[in-house]
């Protein structure tokens, strides 16, 4: 995002992945230098979309899954 709220994207990873693998994602290899848990990533990221949810609720979408 620039200076003046614009947002640039970069790619979009249609087979992204998160793996606490180091060897498979960068993600992996992250969290073992960084001394955080894979489950505390996960559960930062559930954390953090819900309370998203909670500020803006009417962008709840129904899931067939």
Do not use: W
Not at 13 to 42: M, R
């Amino acid at each position: 995002m620039d200076n003046k709220g614009q947002l640039y994207v970069l790619e979009v990873n249609a087979q992204c992945g998160l793996s606490e693998d180091e060897n498979y994602t960068s993600i992996g290899a992250i969290l073992q230098l960084s001394n955080v848990t894979f489950a505390e990533v996960i559960t930062r990221i559930i954390s953090d979309a819900f309370l998203k949810l909670k500020k803006k609720p009417h962008v709840l979408v129904k899931s067939n899954i």
